[in-house]
């Protein structure tokens, strides 16, 4: 945490910002969930974050959603890439995986889920940007993808997510951001008459959720505004 602020008020200052950019792209803000991205801080912070009054947190390792899940009651999100041989791991025990983008996984998702008789919700993750340090299948490989997930037994297919590349020199990260946003909108939008289950957005981080708002996301995934910076990088 730097500035000491405390969670409380972190978390109030995010989502004062979820409040302003809703109310100008005139949507209402509860329709706006916050995911809290608990990667690589401690299972005191989630159990923390959780006291504070967020139920939803997101983790990028399976590893970690394991280890904090076991120990923290809360709506996991799995937001980073999956492996085939750690969905048995995720399967049932996060509420949301963000970031199908292949087949394999689809498959994989769907005999875990089967087998232990339950349904995965689950988003299609889209390289929108062809970022090569990015996860996500590319948008013209969408509508396959999703269809053939949407017929996979075990598991719904709610929505899409992405992850943006990094903004160039000079450019603010909401405006660099806002036409890949607007691209997972418009693929949502396309193809919502074929798959009327498709009604998530999960797009937006701390630089540039207000972009990620005014383009219709339904989730917000946001860590360091939280629980201030961390030094890796985000796939
Ligand atoms: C880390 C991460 C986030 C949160 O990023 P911040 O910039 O810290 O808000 C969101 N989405 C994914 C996929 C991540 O890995």
């Not at 970690?64 to 999100?77: F, G, I, Q």
């Not at 020199?169 to 660099?176: D, I, L, R």
Request: contains cysteine.
């Amino acid at each position: 945490m730097s500035g000491g602020d405390s969670i409380e008020e972190r978390i109030a200052g995010v989502r004062r910002r979820i409040v302003e950019a809703a109310r100008s792209a005139g949507r209402d803000p509860e329709t706006v969930r916050l995911i809290a991205v608990t990667k690589t801080h401690t299972v005191a912070t989630a159990r923390a974050a959780v006291a504070a009054g967020l139920h939803d947190l997101g983790e990028n390792r399976t590893d970690e959603l394991v280890e904090k899940s076991a120990e923290v009651e809360a709506r996991w999100h799995l937001i980073g890439r999956l492996q085939r041989n750690k969905v048995r791991d995720v399967v049932g025990r996060a509420t949301l995986i963000h970031s199908v983008d292949r087949r394999s996984l689809v498959e994989a998702i769907a005999r875990h889920a089967e087998a232990r008789g339950l349904v995965q919700d689950v988003l299609i993750q889209v390289n929108v940007g062809e970022d090569p340090a990015k996860g996500g299948c590319r948008l013209a490989e969408l509508p396959d993808l999703v269809s053939y997930a949407a017929s996979s037994p075990g598991l719904r297919v709610v929505g899409l997510m992405t992850v943006p590349p990094l903004p160039g020199e000079g450019v603010g990260p909401a405006a660099a951001a806002r036409p890949y946003f607007r691209a997972l909108r418009e693929a949502r939008d396309a193809l919502r008459s074929d798959h009327p289950t498709l009604e998530e957005l999960s797009m937006g981080m701390s630089a540039d959720l207000e972009a990620a708002v005014q383009e219709d996301a339904t989730m917000v995934r946001i860590g360091s505004a939280l629980f201030g910076e961390r030094e890796e990088v985000i796939r």
